[in-house]
């Protein structure tokens, strides 16, 4: 059997939190895998912030927070009985991110798409995800990660957490 390869999605949240909680019970029995905590980065919208340098800042605040969560979320794992070797984390920058400048970079458009494209990339066999737990009408309204994923994932399990 080949080795096992979860790529959890991450966005901070409670529910986050929870998917992978559900990773360390059931990677703790396991070994030689790799465990990806991915989170694809959500910039402000620009138009709110007086300036470029206020949307900047709070630009590399959330940033700084979310690897503060990152960092929380692996040390889960690793208290779980995860072996420490075995789990990694992954910022994926926004393309118009004022700190990072790289060829490989979200778009923006679909954070769901995005997941699967670096599923793919990564030849993850298995996506994890938490549901945002949003409305019926909010879903329909403004579309959901988790059912962007499962929706459109192909060669792969996908794993929602609620």
Not at 62 to 90: D, I, R, W, Y
Not at 124 to 150: C, N
Request: charged share 25%; with cysteine; glycine share 8%.
């Amino acid at each position: 059997m080949e080795s096992m390869k979860m790529l959890v999605a991450f966005d901070g949240s409670e529910n986050s939190f929870k998917a992978v909680e559900y990773v360390g019970n059931i990677a703790r029995n396991c070994s030689g895998g790799e465990i990806v905590l991915l989170y694809v980065e959500r910039l402000p919208d620009k138009d709110i912030f007086p300036d470029d340098a206020a949307w900047e800042k709070q630009c590399g605040e959330n940033e700084q927070a979310m690897m503060v969560k990152l960092a929380e979320a692996e040390k889960t794992l690793v208290s779980m009985g995860v072996n420490p070797e075995e789990v990694k984390t992954e910022y994926f920058a926004s393309c118009k991110s004022p700190f990072h400048e790289t060829d490989i970079c979200s778009t923006g458009r679909s954070i769901g798409m995005d997941i699967l494209r670096i599923r793919e990339e990564g030849e993850y066999g298995t996506i994890v995800i938490g549901r945002r737990g949003v409305s019926k009408a909010e879903e329909f309204l403004f579309g959901s990660v988790s059912t962007k994923v499962v929706q459109s994932a192909v060669g792969c399990t996908v794993w929602v957490v609620n």
